[in-house]
């Protein structure tokens, strides 16, 4: 029976493509490997720059059939498919990350979120065996004394295994236990998982969701990413999830959470829960809930925060020097007008041009018309006092 694909004669192709001017929802249902990542390799290009194509993506049914492409297999078989699955989730990524708060939602309901949660429980797995793996030749160095014999009866012949044998069980029985777990375990990948949930958990429904809706708590799975043996940006974009996990809910009148993972208790009130003074963002129901949260991770993510003290002390200081130097500059400027005009004034109707700065560093000039008059000539001296003032 013929496969299910669509020819393209206008570019004498044997299947439609998409291209980067052309997008054809028919090109993602294409069998052919090569074809489809050429189409895949398009899409991840037209996600990032076009709105129209992402939210096209959500309308047409192109979301669910890219989320079907990565749950289509278990296990990297060759380059070109791992290829396929790594331009199909970026442009997942794409269409979460640059699209509004509705394609957002229509992301989750994908699907997407249980196979991002695979990903991540497979990376922590994968760092644990490798933990044990090198604590187990550390113990072997200091055998036990002393070995209790097995109390087990066996009706059968004990066959004895060569070494040969065992390391061929062994390799077979790793090769089926990770059969599941070998997909996507690079850092970009682990990367684009946490970027996503990042921008996800933005609203207070998607949060809602990430605490029930799945097999296991979201953030609880993220908060082991926030540990210091990750690379920095996993760090980062990790610890973004557990400070967007503390938001308020505003459906719920500005109502919080208690950052506990394991108590999920909300607020009655406004403010009734308690802050974490060194990072002011997670809130806690108790004492006994901020010294678990503390134990199970907050430590990791905890960034501190300076107090308000500190920032309103640095401007008032700088105020004060501020008004300093315009007191200083003000009497300076008052010295020289009155050293200017007692100097000039032997000469009788003369008419003396004074150059004051000002604030906006614009030189302004004063005329001054000096009389014979010693009376005039003092009221002339408090009227320029005066407008030197005015003028700073």
Known sequence: MREPNF??????????????????????????????VNSLTHLAYLTSTSPRIREILCLDGGLERL???????????????????????????????????QIRTKVVDAGVI?????????????QKDDDTQ???????HHPSASHKPSLRRSTFP??????????????????????DEQVFRREEDILLCLQLLAYLSKYAHIRELFHTAYSKDVF?????????????????????????????????????????LSCRKWETQPREFAKCRRCRKAKYCSKSCQSKAWADGHRWWCIERHTSTLSTGIPTTHSV?????????????????????????????????????SRNSITSSISIEQGTESSNETSDNRTILMGVHMEL
């Open 7 to 36: 020819s393209f004669p206008s570019q004498n192709r044997a299947t439609i493509c998409i291209t980067s001017a052309l997008y054809d929802r028919r090109a993602l249902d294409c069998t052919a490997t090569l074809p489809l």
């Open 67 to 101: 989320v079907r492409i990565l749950l289509s297999a278990s296990s990297r078989v060759d380059r070109l498919t791992s290829w396929k699955w790594t331009l199909a989730f970026q442009s997942i990524v794409n269409i979460g990350v640059r699209g509004t708060e």
């Open 114 to 126: 249980p196979f991002i949660l695979n990903i991540l429980n497979n990376k922590t797995l994968k």
């Open 134 to 140: 090198k604590i187990i030749p550390a113990g072997n």
């Open 158 to 179: 004990y066959v004895k295994i060569d070494s040969a044998q065992r390391r061929h069980n062994r390799i077979h029985r790793e090769i089926k236990k990770n059969k």
């Open 220 to 260: 609880s799975v993220v908060e082991q990413f926030c540990n210091r043996i990750q690379p920095s940006p996993i760090q980062y974009w990790a610890g973004v999830i557990m400070r967007n996990a503390c938001r308020k809910d505003e459906t719920r009148g500005g109502l919080r959470r208690c950052a506990n």
């Open 321 to 357: 020097d501020t008004a300093t130097a315009t007191a200083t500059t003000t009497t300076t400027a008052t010295t020289t007008t009155t050293t200017t005009i007692n100097n000039t004034s032997s000469g009788s109707n003369n008419n003396n041009e004074i150059h004051l700065p």
